[in-house]
């Protein structure tokens, strides 16, 4: 292109292979698939590392309608707007998923090692409650 900016199109299509990647992670998530979380997480990788042309080389894309001289270029430049988008969505639920699967995981741990549950301090870091320490009187 004679602007300096990246080809949408191409763009475009490293998207939606990375969109594809995160969908397969959120569903392997939700299905707790070890195997295929690993799986997603090497496509994504795979997909990511197309888009670093984009990331390195050409510097932030600019979707400004004066960026897009024509029709079509206004059209893919909006169609790359929407798989950001829906990418960035996308992850934020992966990560919410994530944080929760770990939470989750952690209280189960302390509850078959028959410990207190867990609390969050103002830092954020899990902090133990002291138990109650109730000793019956026939023992």
Same mark, same amino acid.
């Given at each position: ?5 990246? #080809? =949408? ?6 998207? !939606? ?6 969908? !397969?992670? /959120? ?5 707790? #698939?070890?195997?295929?979380? /690993? ?6 990788? &795979? ?11 050409? +510097?932030?894309? #600019? &979707?400004?309608?004066?960026?897009? #001289?024509?029709? +079509? *270029?206004? /059209?893919?430049?909006? @169609?790359?707007?929407?798989?950001? @988008? ?6 934020? @639920?992966?990560?919410?998923? &994530? ?15 028959? *410990?207190?549950?867990?609390?969050? +301090? =103002? ?7 002291? +138990?109650?320490? &109730? ?5």
């Amino acid at each position: 292109m004679t602007t300096g900016q990246p #080809d =949408p199109e191409a763009l475009a299509t490293a998207l !939606e292979r990375l969109n594809a990647a995160s969908r !397969e992670l /959120e569903t392997a998530l939700l299905r707790s #698939d070890f195997e295929a979380i /690993e799986r997603a997480t090497r496509a994504m990788e &795979v997909a990511a590392s197309t888009l670093e042309p984009w990331l390195h080389g050409h +510097g932030p894309l #600019d &979707v400004s309608s004066a960026a897009a #001289d024509t029709q +079509g *270029m206004q /059209e893919a430049y909006r @169609r790359v707007e929407g798989l950001v @988008r829906e990418l960035r969505e996308r992850q934020e @639920r992966n990560a919410f998923l &994530v944080l929760a699967a770990l939470k989750l995981r952690q209280q189960w741990r302390n509850l078959l090692a028959a *410990m207190t549950p867990a609390t969050y +301090g =103002p830092t954020g870091e899990p902090e133990m409650r002291p +138990g109650r320490r &109730v000793i019956s009187r026939r023992a």
